[in-house]
């Protein structure tokens, strides 16, 4: 198993949003604003970018729950950063705080759920059928 990852740990991602990351892009007749899906999958980027320095051998973290709130959009041409923090963990599973924000306000905020696996393991299981 990874590490003990310290509580406070941090993690970063930036991207500069574009058309493939609106809602335009996924529903023509939506508004071309950064998505919900693309700023959660940031922040998950985020906290993997927290936790993976502690995973050894074929371990990664992989999410497992999401709790986010979109609170701001921006648009094509923004640069967006997220960042993560991991707040506690409970035996298995690592609660991080995530928080986004482009170059005028935080556009988001909440926390992820994620937990090691081993991807050996995990892609055996996946090749079973079995979870």
């Given amino acids: 198993m990874a590490k003990a990852i310290p509580i406070g740990v941090r993690g970063e991602a930036?991207?500069?949003?574009?058309?493939?990351?609106?809602?335009?892009?996924?529903?023509?007749?939506?508004?071309?604003?950064?998505?919900?899906?693309?700023?959660i999958r940031l922040m998950e980027t985020a906290a993997f970018h927290?936790?993976?320095?502690?995973?050894?051998?074929?371990?990664?973290?992989?999410?497992t729950s999401i709790n986010v709130e979109h609170r701001a959009a921006?648009?094509?041409?923004?640069?967006?950063?997220a960042e993560a923090v991991l707040e506690s963990f409970d035996g298995r599973f690592?609660?991080?705080?995530?928080?986004?924000?482009d170059d005028v306000q935080e556009i988001g905020r909440?926390?992820?759920?994620r937990t090691v696996v081993?991807?050996?393991?995990?892609?055996?299981?996946?090749?079973?059928?079995?979870?």
């Fill in 118 to 131: 081993s991807v050996g393991k995990f892609l055996e299981r996946v090749k079973k059928g079995n979870r």
């Fill in 74 to 81: 921006s648009g094509i041409g923004a640069r967006v950063r």
């Fill in 14 to 39: 930036e991207e500069t949003v574009e058309f493939k990351d609106t809602l335009t892009a996924h529903h023509p007749e939506l508004p071309p604003v950064y998505s919900t899906p693309d700023m």
């Fill in 50 to 63: 927290a936790l993976q320095p502690y995973c050894e051998g074929d371990e990664i973290t992989v999410g």
């Fill in 110 to 113: 909440g926390t992820v759920t």
């Fill in 94 to 101: 690592y609660a991080v705080r995530v928080t986004a924000r």
